[in-house]
């Protein structure tokens, strides 16, 4: 993947180095030389006569030289055939080995405080002169690429650059906004229904009957088995429960929202043959199939 076309300030001073490479790549490439060359050597000591394995034997040398390796191997790379490659994932090449050397140095320095421990519990010291010499060549690496830029002379490899549009990994972060709220629906729970008296149900308790207040209508009496009960007038709203799902529709017929069996649906007017129902929302409806509904 490649940036952009490879231009040259004009008005920049000559940078000099050793063939096609810079100062520092060949610092660089000097340095990974040599704690390549190191990294063979045991890294442990269990005594005079005894001694541990090299890194590589397991998969310390992965973090510890291998990915130090693929990092100068990319910046000779860049050098000997320009269009290849440009970036590693979101990580321009310079970007990719400051983090190959950093991650590297650490590591060592862990393995070196590892022995600090050992010999702090157990009187011996386990790490060779090698975590040694390759924390120091790591720690080189380190300044040659995270701090390369404030360096006097190989600070000239970063000076100069050609801006080029960045990649879409290296572009701004666009803003995240808030989700816009939007309500929803929910169904009301309301007391089950008192059940009144009828012909099929005689035993059912009786609601206590209250006095209509001043200037309010007093509401139809219906006389079932002897016993009076207060029905709602015409005018009076009150809770429907449907047996099924149906449509609730506007003046034309169209359909506006639908009612079931799981919520109860408030009537504001009943017309005999019909329901007048509000939503939650606000708007009004008509009920058109009234059989089988349960008053509330």
Known sequence: MTDGPDGIDESAPP??????????????????????VVSFFPIYSYGSSSWGTSVWTGIDWLLTIGVPTVAVFLLGLRRLSPQGIRRVGSLGIDQFASVAFSVSAIIWLGILWSSFVSASAAGVFLATWVVWVELILMLAGVVLTVFAPLLPTIGDDFRYRTEVPAHRYARPARPVVARPVVARPTAHTVPSPVPIATEANPFAP?????????????????????????????SQAFWALVPVERDVVDESGAPLFRIGPTAWAL??????????????DGRIGYLRDVSGVTRG
């Open 15 to 36: 940078q000099y180095g050793v063939g096609p490479f810079s100062v520092r790549e060949m610092a660089l490439a000097g340095i990974w030389l040599v704690a390549f």
């Open 206 to 234: 009786q609601s206590p009957q209250t006095a209509p207040a001043a200037g309010e209508k007093p509401a139809a009496e219906t006389t079932v088995l002897g016993q009076q009960t207060t029905a709602p007038a015409a």
């Open 267 to 280: 009537v504001i007017e009943d017309r005999g043959d019909s329901f007048v129902l509000r939503h939650e």
